[in-house]
Structures are given as C-alpha cells and as structure tokens.
Nanobody, 119 residues
Framework: QVQLVESGGGLVQAGGSLRLSCAASGRTLNTMRVGWFRQAPGKEREFVAAIGWRWPRVVTDYADSVKDRFTISRDNAKNTVYLQMNTLKPEDTGVYYC??????????WGQGTQVTVSS
C-alpha cells in the first residue's frame, strides 16, 4: 500500500520561505511522477509543481504563478520529494498536497499540510 505523508507547512510572513516534504512508503517515488497541488479556501485544487523522468533526465514543471520562486526536488535515498518555497505571498496560502502519478493518473495522495502566508 502506497502512503504519502506531507510535512513542513506552517505560518510565515510574506517574503519568507518554507520547505515542504512528501515522504513515501510502499513504493519508490522515482517510479512515479510526483506533483504538488494546493487548495485555497473556496477554490479548486490547483497544480503547483511536479517532478518525473523523461529518460534520461529528471524533468520538472511549474505553474506560472510559482516559477522562479518554488523549486521541486527529490531525494531518492530518503524516498522523499521536497518543495522549496521562497518569496512567499499571501496568495500562496492553502493546503498543499502531494500526489503520485502512475500511467497518467494521480492515484495516490497525502493528507495535506497547511501553509499560511500573512501579509
């Protein structure tokens, strides 16, 4: 059984930084494309960033709203994907989820971690 567990959320002032972690068990993360999504109150879940393989390279993708501020990375030894978030803005507030994608579908989700950015 695959489990994803997010951590690292919290309250931070605008301009600050946080690093989120997505730790996996039951499957190695480098066999999946792993994405970060977020959901603000009253809004739909939206894509933030993803990391995967396009042989022979690791490929990352970002939403336009977070490019140049967020960085997604993976530590295969720890079976963990990270989301480094810099220059945070109040509009980055939301619950952040990591998801594991296999065969084009996000089959696995974590429980989410709250990020709150105060102005």
């Amino acid at each position: 059984q695959v489990q994803l567990v997010e951590s690292g959320g919290g309250l931070v002032q605008a301009g600050g930084s946080l690093r989120l972690s997505c730790a996996a068990s039951g499957r190695t993360l480098n066999t999946m494309r792993v994405g970060w999504f977020r959901q603000a109150p009253g809004k739909e879940r939206e894509f933030v960033a993803a990391i995967g393989w396009r042989w022979p390279r690791v490929v990352t993708d970002y939403a336009d709203s977070v490019k140049d501020r967020f960085t997604i990375s993976r530590d295969n030894a720890k079976n963990t994907v990270y989301l480094q978030m810099n220059t945070l803005k109040p509009e980055d507030t939301g619950v952040y989820y990591c998801g594991g994608q296999v065969d084009g579908t996000y089959n696995y989700w974590g429980q989410g971690t709250q990020v709150t950015v105060s102005s």
